[in-house]
């Protein structure tokens, strides 16, 4: 199974701060990777899918880069609204596999 | 309005079955692979497993954790997706999801995601 491993498991920023989360995988995945967003008690929404594309509807503070193993989700000016916890997942192969999770705290 | 409702859930005995299900409206439900992830008690996503469409013979795939004691259906005639748990065991206790599969290119990823169903675990 491939492993993914979120870093940090959570922070704390401030209002308008670029937040960067990273997704390591522990073997090749080329570029099938997804961010999910999660706020409490609701389901998960999707953000970018294909390590870098931003799903339809979501607004550009966010992007996604990354290839193979390394990837990384950044929020370029953090809001309020963006308090939640966020996953990756790998869809290159069965299991498909989350990420441990990243929760924002806002400052 | 594209959306999934789970029903079904509540508190069953440690060995025992349940059956959840999914709705689907919105859109066509026959045309999409689905999925079911759960997500246990204060932790994070956990992916269940997958039936296919018909084109691809509703093939499945499951997770190594419930392989051998849940079993996922549809019913396209109903926009229904089922998964039939049995043997439950604690470790089972979990808000049940079930998602849709967006094709886009060579990505399938979860793109519609309903609110979920609560199965609980316990003596």
């Known amino acids: 199974d491939i492993q993914m491993t979120q870093s940090p498991s959570s922070l704390s920023a401030f209002v308008g701060d670029r937040v960067t989360i990273t997704c390591r995988a522990s073997q090749d995945i080329n570029n099938y990777l997804v961010w999910f967003q999660q706020k409490a008690g609701k389901a998960p929404k999707p953000l970018i899918y294909?390590?870098?594309n931003l799903q339809s509807g979501v607004p550009s503070k966010f992007s996604g880069s990354g290839s193979g193993t390394d990837f990384t989700l950044i929020i370029s000016s953090l809001q309020p609204e963006d308090f939640a916890t966020y996953y990756c997942?790998?869809?290159?192969?069965?299991?498909?596999?989350f990420g441990g999770g990243t929760k924002v705290e806002i400052k | 309005d594209v959306q999934l409702v789970e029903s079904g859930g509540g508190l069953v005995q440690p060995g025992g079955s349940l059956r959840i299900s999914c709705a689907a409206s919105g859109f066509i439900f026959s045309d999409h692979y689905m999925d079911w992830v759960r997500q246990a008690p204060g932790k994070g996503l956990e992916w269940v497993g997958r039936?296919?469409?018909?084109?691809?013979?509703?093939?499945?795939e499951y997770a190594a954790p419930v392989k051998g004691r849940f079993i996922i259906s549809r019913d396209d005639s109903e926009n229904s997706l089922y998964l039939q748990m049995s043997s439950l065991k604690t470790e089972d206790t979990a808000v049940y999801f079930c998602a849709r599969v967006l094709v886009s290119g060579q990505h399938y990823y979860l793109d519609v995601w309903g609110k979920g169903t609560t199965v609980t675990v316990s003596s």
């Open positions: 997942q790998q869809y290159r192969s069965y299991p498909l596999t």
């Open positions: 039936i296919r469409k018909k084109t691809n013979s509703y093939t499945t």
């Open positions: 294909g390590a870098s």
